[in-house]
C-alpha cells in the first residue's frame, strides 16, 4: 500500500506539471517468470492497469511475456543484454510514437 501511495504521488505530481507517465513491465526469460509468485505479479499488473485506467497521464505496457525476446536478448533471467535493451528501447519508442493521441490526455489503455 505504501508503494502504491508513493507511486501515485509521483503520477499525480506529474499530471500537474503536465508530464505523462509511460509505466511497463519489463521482458524477463522463461527460467524467472516460472519462478515468480503469481499472486503477487498479478497484483502488481492489475495495480499497473488500474493506474492506466484512472489517471489520464498514465499508460502501461506489459513485456513480461512478449515472444520477441529469446534467450540472446538476456544478459541473465531478469536483465537484458545490449542487443535486448535496444530491442525494448525501439518497441517503446515504436509504442510512444503510435500512441502520440493518448499520451495526449485520452484514457485509452495500450496494454
Known sequence: A????????IIEFAKSKGV???????????TYTDNLDAKQLNQTIVTLINMAN???NV???????DPDFSSEDFYDGDHLNKSGAKKLTIKIDSIININKDALSGSKHNMQ
Open 2 to 9: 505504501e508503494n502504491v501511495n508513493f507511486l501515485r504521488s
Open 20 to 30: 505523462k507517465v509511460f509505466l511497463y513491465t519489463p521482458p524477463a526469460y522463461h
Open 54 to 56: 484512472e489517471y489520464s
Open 59 to 65: 499508460k502501461y505496457h506489459n513485456f513480461l511475456l
